[in-house]
């Protein structure tokens, strides 16, 4: 069984879901208008899949399948 953190996704998988920069990325986090991150560590940062679709359906982005309810992510994610 994969732990919560596994299958969150890293700002580099938000950046390519959203077509933007790892540092904009970073820049809308820091003026809380990302999707909420959780800190691992430092340097760490995890996004939830759940929070995920709810920025990008906020934005009128649809969101991807695997972050659709009931889509179990792949291991390693």
């Known amino acids: 069984m994969r732990s919560q953190h596994e299958r969150c996704l890293t700002r580099d998988d938000l950046?390519?879901?959203?077509?933007?920069?790892?540092?904009?990325?970073?820049?809308?986090?820091?003026?809380?208008?990302?999707?909420?991150?959780?800190?691992?560590?430092?340097?760490?940062?995890?996004?939830?899949?759940?929070?995920?679709?709810?920025?990008?359906?906020?934005i009128g982005v649809s969101a991807p399948a695997e972050l659709r309810p009931g889509f179990d992510l792949p291991a390693g994610r």
């Open 15 to 58: 950046s390519r879901m959203l077509g933007v920069s790892a540092r904009t990325v970073q820049r809308l986090e820091r003026e809380g208008n990302g999707p909420k991150p959780m800190r691992l560590g430092y340097r760490t940062v995890r996004y939830h899949p759940d929070e995920v679709a709810q920025f990008m359906n906020g």
